[in-house]
């Protein structure tokens, strides 16, 4: 097994932030606080995709980075070469498939997070001096130390960057990352994710569709374009279609909706 394990950034590489404006990124915010490490730079890939209760968080997260002394959060996102599209919706729309994730793959969140990130870093004066020096820029991965983020894919180091697990180093899982947040006095963040997310559990379709129908509906068109073209799976649930899913909805026990 690859180790991950990095104790603390080196003086001289620049520390960024991939921010999700989730839970595990904002307690790994309030921590680098409270243990004086500042992040030099701190990226947000907008998907266009996101609920309004995660783009409302950067109007919490922004002034608390201000007054820890920190840089704000800079928004970056998928900027078409030649595309008609430029959000991950628009893209399933045009091309009649469902995020890549229904499929098994991971091209979504590549293509709409990491790239423009990258590709934000790759421009940015910090990072190119350090790799002019032979350095290597640390990216902080904000996964969790609880078993879901202990079985995720882990990078390793590669000729631009190093990667950094700094909650799985401090042994901290989700719900010590709420009382984190909580301690610091800020709000919790919901879970953040594309609203048509794959991923996304049945309570959660439930949670769109009881507080943001307009959005459900809209997942909803990215299913049905996409059901021609479906030939393995049934929908944005894989292995069955959110639709379905909601007409047969009093079959299944509801819990009290996503907290992240
Ligand atoms: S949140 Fe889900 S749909 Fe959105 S980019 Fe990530 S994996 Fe893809």
């Known amino acids: 097994m690859v180790s991950t394990r990095i104790h603390?950034?080196?003086?001289?590489?620049?520390?960024?932030?991939?921010?999700?404006?989730?839970?595990?990124l904002t307690a790994m915010l309030v921590e680098f606080a409270r243990?004086?490490?500042?992040?030099?730079?701190?990226?947000?890939?907008?998907?266009?995709?996101?609920?309004?209760?995660?783009?409302?968080?950067?109007?919490v997260i922004q002034p608390y980075l201000r007054d820890v002394g920190f840089p704000p959060v800079i928004v970056v996102r998928y900027q078409p070469k030649w595309a008609v599209y430029d959000t991950l919706e628009d893209q399933?729309?045009?091309?009649?498939?469902?995020?890549s994730l229904a499929y098994g793959g991971k091209s979504c969140s590549i293509k709409y997070k990491r790239h423009p990130q990258d590709k934000y870093v790759s421009t940015w004066e910090p990072a190119q001096r350090c790799w002019a020096a032979g350095g290597k820029v640390l990216k902080a991965i904000?996964?969790?130390?609880?078993?879901a983020d202990m079985r995720r894919h882990r990078y390793v180091e590669d000729d631009r960057f190093r990667y950094w697990y700094p909650l799985v180093d401090w042994g901290h899982d989700r719900p010590r990352c709420q009382q984190i947040i909580e301690q610091a006095g800020l709000p919790v963040p919901m879970k953040s994710a594309c609203f048509y997310c794959p991923a996304s559990k049945k309570p959660e379709i439930v949670w769109l569709q009881e507080h943001h129908p307009d959005l459900l509906e809209r997942a909803l068109q990215i299913e049905r374009n996409a059901q021609e073209?479906?030939?393995?799976?049934?929908?944005l649930g894989r292995s069955y279609s959110?639709?379905?899913?909601?007409?047969?909805?009093?079959?299944f026990p509801l819990l009290d909706g996503c907290s992240g």
């Open 8 to 24: 603390a950034p080196r003086r001289e590489e620049p520390l960024v932030v991939a921010y999700g404006l989730g839970v595990d």
């Open 242 to 251: 959110w639709e379905g899913f909601l007409k047969r909805r009093d079959e």
């Open 35 to 59: 243990r004086k490490i500042r992040p030099d730079l701190i990226l947000f890939a907008d998907t266009g995709g996101e609920k309004p209760e995660t783009y409302q968080y950067l109007d």
């Open 229 to 235: 073209g479906l030939l393995t799976i049934k929908g």
């Open 142 to 147: 904000g996964f969790d130390a609880g078993p």
């Open 92 to 99: 399933c729309l045009h091309t009649g498939t469902l995020p």
